[in-house]
Structures are given as C-alpha cells and as structure tokens.
C-alpha cells in the first residue's frame, strides 16, 4: 500500500475546507478514510496545524476537527537525528526539510503538497500535488 505524507498545507486545506484545493484534498482523505491509502503527518506538523486551526477558527473547532483527523491519519515521530539531518540539509525552508527527512527514515512513498518546489532536494520519494496524485489513481 503506498504512503503518503500530507504536507500541512494540505491538512490545513482540508480542515478548514480552503477553495479552491478541497475538492482536490477531500478525494485524497476519502481515499485515505478508505483505507487504500496511507496518510501521514509529522508529530511537528501536529502541533503547527492544531494552532492554526485554534487561532482560525476556535479552540473547539481546533479540537473537535484534529481529534477526527488523527483518527485516519498517523502521526510519526521526529527523533532528535531527524532535527540534526535538516538542519544540515542545505534546505532553504527548515521544515521542508525537516518533513522531508522524516518521511523518507519511514519509508513513504510520496509527499502530497501544494508548494513541490519547496521539495525539490527530495530525490527517492515522489513528490505530487493533490490533482497529480488524484491523476495518477
């Protein structure tokens, strides 16, 4: 089964149902609820979706909303080589490759985003915009 790792962009797009990307994102999650697709985020990815979330919407939109994500996502850990990998990555964005770095230790197979470029260090896992993965199915 292919793994994919959700960029926060992404879950973001979802939760808060941004036009024009939920479409897009709400087939990828159907896929994943489904359970023909692994989803995944970084446990530093949770903490920065859950603020978003509070500080858009409310506390309890935040905690009604990620309490019903991380039912059909899994969260990985960030171990402290992870941190030390990234930041000698030669990285412009830290927490690209901070994910990046993460996913490719647990063996996922693509990273789902909408900005690729920030992801174009990335060399063994495939790297695809929602309507790209949608494409591929």
Do not use: C
Request: glycine residues 4%.
């Amino acid at each position: 089964m292919k793994k994919a790792l959700l960029d926060t962009n992404i879950v973001l797009d979802f939760a808060l149902k941004r036009d024009p990307f939920y479409e897009d994102v709400q087939a990828i999650i159907t896929e994943i609820a489904k359970g023909n697709l692994q989803g995944y985020i970084t446990a530093s990815m949770a903490t920065d979706i859950f603020y978003i979330l509070q500080k858009t919407s409310g506390k309890t939109f935040a905690l009604n909303t990620f309490s019903d994500l991380i039912i059909i996502l899994d969260i990985l850990s960030v171990y402290k080589e992870d941190v030390y990998s990234a930041l000698h990555s030669g990285w412009v964005d830290f927490e690209d490759a901070l994910q990046a770095q993460v996913a490719s230790r647990n063996g996922m197979n693509i990273i789902i985003t909408r900005n690729i470029k920030d992801f174009h260090k990335t060399k063994k896992i495939k790297v695809l915009t929602p309507k790209e993965y949608i494409g591929e199915e």
